[in-house]
């Protein structure tokens, strides 16, 4: 698995893992029950990550990008 982007609350996964999923990229968030447990725990540290499998990762970071400069 690949860290493709890092998010500083669960709303921002969520946006990005309905545009991964929609692109037919499956996700992975390590870090989504501690988010959901201890939120403030990101805010200084390097986020909540979303990964994906390595053969997806170049798709991934152009929708994540493309999903970012939407928002």
């Given at each position: 698995?690949?860290?493709?982007?890092?998010?500083?609350?669960?709303?921002?996964?969520q946006?990005?893992?309905?545009?991964?999923?929609?692109?037919?990229?499956?996700?992975?968030?390590?870090?989504?029950?501690?988010?959901?447990?201890?939120?403030?725990?990101f805010?200084?540290?390097?986020?909540?990550?979303?990964?994906?499998?390595?053969?997806?990762?170049?798709?991934?970071?152009?929708?994540?990008?493309?999903?970012?400069a939407?928002?």
């Amino acid at each position: 698995m690949i860290t493709i982007a890092n998010c500083l609350d669960l709303s921002e996964v969520q946006h990005l893992r309905i545009a991964l999923e929609s692109a037919g990229i499956p996700i992975y968030v390590p870090d989504e029950l501690t988010a959901t447990v201890a939120p403030f725990q990101f805010f200084s540290n390097t986020g909540i990550r979303i990964q994906v499998a390595e053969e997806y990762a170049e798709q991934a970071q152009a929708v994540v990008a493309q999903a970012r400069a939407l928002s």
